[in-house]
């Protein structure tokens, strides 16, 4: 019996050899088949292209993609090229677009209650999705796909879209049509078992921390710890000089303590002169905050992580999909660990396909620095 | 902090940060609650603010004010700018007959026209009427009428689906301007005389028709010292009809209503605040409000009482009488009273040249989603204020400003904000600090007793244990790590006494590394408290492990106060030498009266030196070969008034504990000075006496200096007094008791190392201190091997000879003892065996007797050898 599922990836700086060879490997994978589903990311260079070439080559296939920092998967990584997943059965799925995620998405919420009720079941179905990066529309975008998936107990899986260091901009793509300010999302309902949704957090907490007390939430800045200008307190804090505080936090990411879950921001930069801290993700005011240090042990959190999945052997994915944030792969990369992750990854979970963006999505919170998830049976 | 305070509406310095300009403001956020150098503020953020003004009028401080371009308008017309005005209605109403005088005022100063709002008023009403009209009727759609441009904010701000609601028609002061500029080809400089500070957003959506919006308040605040009467005015444009009016509440849809059928049009005059959109559009989806069409203004009563006017109440009823009576004779004019038709006939031939197109207006959404504050970020929130029940969370009493809990809890996360304006939470606040220690969050003293009052009342028929904690090894971290980390080791600490309690009593802090627990007295709980040794604390990176000490109170019978059962534990507690070990100690009688007797010896003392109830006892040291009394230990007996004497046995150690014994020390030296010098005149008494220095005398700065003096005052041979210093006090600080010691052997006295053999000795004393006398105990004779006594006591003996000291045996009580001392060759001894310490008297008495023994017995010798008999 032919494979329900295909990964590839092609590293390529030509996008159109990318292409024809991810296509040729699809179709023979596919065996006649259509694809139900295929998830692709790319640079932001090759973006445009191959989302059009796929919905022109698939039109029958939903194709949802987003830009990526690197593209990840069992056959390979690479800031180049082209990866992709097709589904080619065993799954039934429904996709739509909420524009004006800067503004005003909220709007569109009964758009995605109208997706969610055209699939099949509730039960076993998660919603992906990806949003494209920098305008600091993740929460929102959440909100409304919280909303409009309300009493239907469909999580929400996704990734801010990620970009190559030299980019300006992030997209992400359905069904050929790309965008530029928009979350795509398409609820996918596995037929053939349940869909397990992880968070992994290579960071642990310091004794060092503190409370919120002045914030614009909007802007996801930080004015004040404890009462104090936050730069400065933050120097005092750690004991470190003011132009060292953004190299510090770039290793250090806050981590946002709710209940007895510690959830990852990362610190996008620090304005010595006005001590603001400006965040990756949202911080309310009154929150607690605990400095994260990576863990030494990093090979123990793939294995716990693996374990956690695994259930004890007892749950077997047929393929998975990862978003493993930019700043988490950059420090595999600083640290000659992406080789190593990239088999882990494939020893552990074989068939798996990932995007790196500005940031992940995981039921109702907007995290940073983490890797998440979904694996289907 | 973000920046504050930089738009239309401005807090001032006379803020109080009460919170009424948040309960009347239409806009959550609008209004952020800061501390500004400690005092409390509440800013205004311009992100949020929709320029209404009603805080202004609703802040009694006037902490609230605004900025309009008073001051540009005049710099524009005295620097020969050609500037013309549109005068609102509200201006014409409020200043009556005068209105004309302040106007001609400003023509003579430059003002180049003069139009009357209210003729724009006019066309808007004409061209809403004919929009309303033409436009397909929906009763369940509200539509809101383009009047005030702080409801227009709003909706572009707050409120995006409403926004194809307005009317897409220019405003009556727009109309107006556009009118001119277009229809009366004034290209001047248009300023705007109104009662209204969001004005000037219109005119910024607007394309800037109008270049100044000139609030009446200021204005006449500028002009306030002109006198009028000599200036005459009459206006380039004047409304006819109702449009002199429109500035009322509900006259401009008054007027519309006046140029449309009935069934078209069912007007609701409404003032916005917060929630009302909501309502609206609720109402909608429900079958309508009863209203097509919403005349709204942001004002509470009219724009006359905009915060750009400054009418008080009183007057504004007056004028409200005026102004009605004025719209019935304004009736008469274009409008009339006529059926809507005809009247809308009538208008339409009078405006029949105007370009509708010319006046129309399309808005535009300047809306940012706000996302939902997660509920766990709420349910922190809320328990932080200590909002932990469902009635506490829906007081909704609205001092914070806001309509309930849930939204002002909603505002602190946001950060517009601070859980102090709540006063329920400072009311828990101040309660809670009362009870809760500052550094652990634990219950401090107070909340300690009521836990424990609560806990007795709740289990009566249980029997508790109450306790006082002190944790070891606080002032070595404190001195090692710093504060900080002490810091750390208390809080860790009150973890562990919080967890050690938990399900079984209480705990709290009493003070800096004391803590005090409550716990049920079963065996089980018992054993949990014994078995609790020591504790690691590498978690905080404290690198050996820490213990307590504690002192406890078992409350049988619930007879004693709270106070007196941490009392008896504490004072159980202080019994406890500190060391590694953790160690309980409970409360008892023995315990009880041992400090009871302490308490009267401590009470006592001082008073005993005034009354010189401590009184020098002498206790004789023999010569075995000279058979005679060789010296004498001065040792000190407290004799009280009443004959009864307290045994040094108890007062010393309370002393050495107290610090009294330095106090005793000098008392008993100057004795001892005194006695010297007594018996040092006294033929007889050459025999010296010795004193004792305790080891806390000893360590003081002062020590030789003090004896320095007494050796001055009281000049005697240093060869009558020696000192007595205990074996104890050279095993710490050995370099500083040498030298100390050396000084006093350089002037001249005699230093005995006492009690030698008593404890631990060490023969490096023998070999490293500077002492002339070894006094050696008879704890060597003690014990099951007295054999090796005797071995030791032998070499010891010795040993001193060969070093060339003195050797004294005191404590000496049998004559065995004393036979093999004087065998090993230790001749000087001081024991019971020869005499107590006694008195002066008595002591002079025994040396006066040996003396004259020892006289009779040499005149004896001197007959015998003479061969006289008796």
């Known amino acids: ?377 | 902090m973000k920046e504050y305070n930089n738009g239309l509406i401005r807090t001032n310095d006379k803020c109080i940060g009460c919170n009424k300009c948040v309960s009347t403001c239409p806009v959550v956020g609008a209004n952020v609650s800061l501390v500004v150098n400690g005092h409390p503020t509440m800013a205004v953020s311009e992100d949020k603010c929709i320029h209404c003004g009603k805080c202004i009028r609703t802040c009694n401080k006037g902490a609230r004010e605004f900025i309009d371009d008073t001051e540009e308008f005049f710099k524009a017309i005295y620097s020969d700018m050609k500037v013309s005005l549109i005068v609102d209605p509200a201006f014409y109403l409020i200043y009556g007959s005068e209105a004309g005088n302040i106007l001609g005022y400003l023509r003579e100063q430059g003002v180049y026209r003069i139009y009357d709002g209210g003729y724009g008023a006019e066309i808007s009403a004409y061209l809403h009427a004919t929009y309303i009209r033409n436009r397909k009727q929906d009763q369940n759609t509200a539509t809101i009428l383009n009047y005030c441009p702080a409801v227009i904010k709003y909706v572009e701000d707050h409120v995006p689906d409403m926004l194809d609601q307005i009317i897409p028609i220019q405003s009556p002061v727009m109309c107006t301007a556009i009118y001119v500029r277009k229809y009366l080809k004034d290209n001047s400089a248009l300023a705007y005389l109104g009662p209204c500070p969001s004005k000037k957003d219109e005119m910024i959506d607007t394309g800037n028709v109008i270049s100044y919006n000139v609030c009446i308040r200021n204005l006449m605040t500028k002009l306030k010292d002109v006198t009028f009467e000599e200036c005459n005015h009459e206006d380039d444009l004047k409304a006819i009809g109702l449009g002199a009016l429109s500035t009322l509440r509900g006259s401009f849809g008054y007027m519309i209503d006046r140029l449309i059928p009935k069934e078209m049009l069912s007007v609701k005059n409404e003032h916005i605040d917060r929630g009302f959109f909501d309502f609206i559009k609720a109402s909608s989806s429900n079958g309508g409000y009863g209203a097509s069409y919403y005349d709204l203004i942001a004002c509470d009563v009219s724009c006359l009482m905009s915060a750009g006017v400054d009418i008080p109440f009183d007057k504004y009823s007056d004028l409200n009488r005026k102004i009605y009576d004025l719209r019935g004779k304004n009736l008469d004019s274009l409008n009339g009273y006529g059926t809507c038709d005809e009247n809308y006939a009538r208008v339409e031939k009078f405006f029949t040249e105007i370009d509708p197109d010319d006046f129309a207006r399309s808005y535009q959404s300047t809306y940012r989603q706000m996302s939902q504050v997660p509920e766990d970020t709420c349910e922190a929130i809320f328990n932080s204020m200590y909002k932990d029940t469902e009635t506490k969370r829906h007081v909704d009493c609205g001092s914070c400003g806001y309509n309930t809990c849930r939204e002002m809890v909603e505002a602190i996360a946001y950060g517009y904000n601070r859980m102090e304006n709540c006063i329920h939470y400072m009311n828990d606040e101040l309660l809670m600090r009362y009870y809760t220690d500052d550094l652990t969050k634990i219950a401090n003293v107070e909340g300690f007793k009521a836990n424990v009052t609560r806990l007795y009342e709740q289990n009566p028929g249980k029997e508790y244990v109450i306790g006082v904690v002190s944790l070891n090894q606080l002032n070595l971290i404190n001195d090692l790590y710093g504060f900080s980390l002490g810091d750390a080791y208390i809080k860790k600490a009150a973890e562990i006494a919080v967890r050690f309690t938990k399900d079984i009593g209480t705990a709290g802090r009493l003070a800096g590394g004391e803590f005090l627990i409550c716990f049920e007295n079963t065996p089980e709980n018992m054993d949990a408290a014994y078995k609790a040794t020591t504790y690691s604390f590498s978690d905080i990176n404290v690198s050996f492990p820490l213990s307590f000490r504690a002192g406890l109170y078992l409350d049988r019978f619930r007879d004693e106060t709270m106070e007196a059962m941490i009392n008896y534990a504490s004072l159980a507690r202080d019994k406890i030498e500190e060391d590694g070990v953790s160690t309980i100690l409970f409360y008892d009688n023995e315990l009880q009266e041992k400090l009871a007797a302490e308490a009267m010896v401590t009470s006592q003392m001082y008073a005993a030196i005034t009354k010189m109830e401590f009184v020098p006892y002498y206790q004789p040291q023999y010569s075995h070969k000279e058979q005679r009394i060789v010296g004498a230990e001065i040792l000190c007996r407290w004799i009280k008034r009443d004959g009864s004497v307290i045994s040094p046995g108890l007062f010393i150690p309370i002393f050495e504990k107290n610090g009294f014994i330095k106090t005793l020390d000098k008392y008993m030296w100057e004795q001892a000075f005194i006695s010297a010098m007594n018996y040092q005149k006294d033929a007889f008494h050459r025999i010296p006496v010795s004193v004792n220095i305790s080891r806390i005398s000893l360590n003081e700065d002062d020590f030789t200096d003090t004896i320095r003096t007494l050796f001055k005052r009281y000049p005697i041979d240093p060869e009558y007094l020696h000192f007595e210093i205990t074996e104890s006090a050279y095993s710490s600080r050995q370099d500083i008791v040498s030298r100390k010691v050396n000084e006093l052997r350089e002037m001249g006295f005699k230093v005995a190392v006492d009690d030698f053999g008593s404890g631990y000795s060490s023969l490096n004393i023998l070999k490293d201190m500077p002492i002339d006398i070894l006094k050696l105990d008879m704890g060597f004779f003690r014990g099951r091997n007295s054999e090796n006594g005797q071995i030791i006591i032998r070499n010891v003996v010795s040993m001193v000879k060969e070093l060339s000291l003195d050797i004294i045996s005191e404590g000496v009580e049998t004559a065995e003892q004393a036979e093999f001392l004087r065998h090993v060759g230790c001749d000087i001894i001081q024991g019971y065996l020869y005499a107590r310490p006694m008195p002066a008297t008595e002591y002079e008495k025994l040396i006066r007797k040996e003396e004259e023994d020892m006289t009779s017995s040499r005149y004896e010798n001197e007959m015998k050898e003479k061969g006289v008999f008796y």
């Open chain 1, 1 to 377: 019996m032919a494979d329900r599922c295909f990964v590839t990836y092609e590293q390529s700086y030509n996008k159109k050899e990318a292409l024809e060879r991810v296509v040729e490997r699809i179709n023979e994978a596919a065996g006649g088949r259509v694809p139900i589903l295929i998830v692709f990311f790319s640079s932001n260079v090759q973006f445009y292209y191959h989302s059009n070439k796929l919905h022109e080559i698939y039109p029958q296939s939903t194709i949802i993609g987003s830009s990526s920092y690197i593209c990840l998967s069992s056959e390979g990584y690479g800031p180049d090229g082209l990866c992709a997943l097709a589904v080619f059965d065993g799954i039934d799925c429904v996709a739509g677009v909420i524009p004006e995620v800067q503004a005003y998405p909220m709007q569109y919420a009964s758009d995605v209650t109208e997706a969610a009720h055209r699939i099949t079941k509730f039960e076993n179905t998660v919603c992906l999705e990806f949003t494209t990066a920098l305008l600091a529309c993740e929460e929102i975008v959440l909100d409304t796909l919280n909303k409009g998936l309300e009493g239907t107990g469909i999580p929400v899986f996704g990734s801010s879209s990620g970009m190559g260091a030299s980019s300006i901009m992030t997209y992400v793509s359905l069904n050929g049509q790309i965008y530029n300010e928009a979350c795509v999302f398409v609820l996918i309902h596995n037929e053939m078992g349940c869909i397990k949704l992880i968070r992994e957090n290579m960071y642990r907490p310091t004794i060092v921390s503190f409370m919120v007390t002045d914030v614009d939430c909007e802007r996801r800045i930080i004015y004040e710890f404890d009462g104090r200008n936050a730069a400065q307190f933050l120097c005092e804090k750690l004991g470190i000089r003011k132009d060292r505080i953004r190299d510090y936090l770039a290793e250090h990411p806050f981590g946002c303590m709710v209940g007895d879950e510690i959830y990852n921001i990362s610190v996008e930069d620090v304005d010595p002169d006005s001590g603001a801290v400006y965040c990756d993700s949202r911080v309310y005011n009154r929150t607690k905050i605990v400095l994260m240090e990576a863990r030494p042990d990093i090979r123990e959190v793939w294995r716990q992580t693996y374990e956690l999945a695994m259930d004890s052997g007892n749950f077997k994915p047929a393929f998975t999909l990862i978003a493993n944030c930019t700043i988490r792969t950059d420090y595999l990369i600083e640290h000659r660990l992406i080789d190593e992750f990239n088999d882990a990854m494939t020893d552990y979970y074989k068939c798996y396909v990932g995007t790196s963006g500005m940031g992940e999505q995981l039921c109702d919170r907007h995290l940073n620095q983490t890797m998440i998830m979904a694996l289907f049976e």
